[in-house]
């Protein structure tokens, strides 16, 4: 019985301890300035800075109930701190908070901005939250929504 003791107890601690996940924290995920992408014929916008491509036919089916009318548009687009990624863009009503998901992006907060949709976009970083400016309007966002 004690050599059973002897072995299970090192056994049972090596195995929970290697179940752990390795976690680095603090981390600071933000882009210091916006990125302003054009849409190409496919749909896709791409940043090669961030060796970054993302399809968004289907945010402008969301934005205008309508996935064919992108070609050449321009998405605005900024990462907070917290790697949340914020997308709008001109005549778009809201600003798309999304998440990185495994091969993708998940929506995780559709935010109105303002009904007549917005003239000329641009994204600030403002730490810990996001500025849209929409002269002469200015508003604050983060992850949960409208801060002001």
Not at 53 to 65: D, I, R, Y
Not at 93 to 102: G, H, L, R, S
């Amino acid at each position: 019985m004690r050599v059973l003791k002897f072995f299970l107890i090192p056994a049972i601690v090596l195995i929970i301890s290697a179940c752990s996940s390795l976690t680095l924290k603090p981390a600071d995920f933000s882009w210091p300035i916006e990125n302003a992408l054009k849409v190409d014929s496919k749909g896709f916008i791409e940043e090669q800075r961030y060796a970054f491509t993302l399809k968004v036919k289907s945010l402008f089916f969301e934005e205008f109930a309508d996935s064919n009318n992108y070609a050449g548009k321009e998405i605005r687009i900024i990462r907070d701190k917290l790697g949340y990624l914020y997308l709008t863009g001109k005549d778009f009503k809201n600003v798309y908070v999304m998440t990185v998901v495994e091969g993708g992006m998940k929506l995780e907060k559709k935010v109105l901005v303002t009904e007549k949709g917005l003239v000329a976009p641009a994204f600030n970083q403002k730490s810990p939250s996001i500025e849209l400016i929409d002269s002469p309007n200015k508003y604050l966002l983060n992850n949960k929504g409208l801060v002001r």
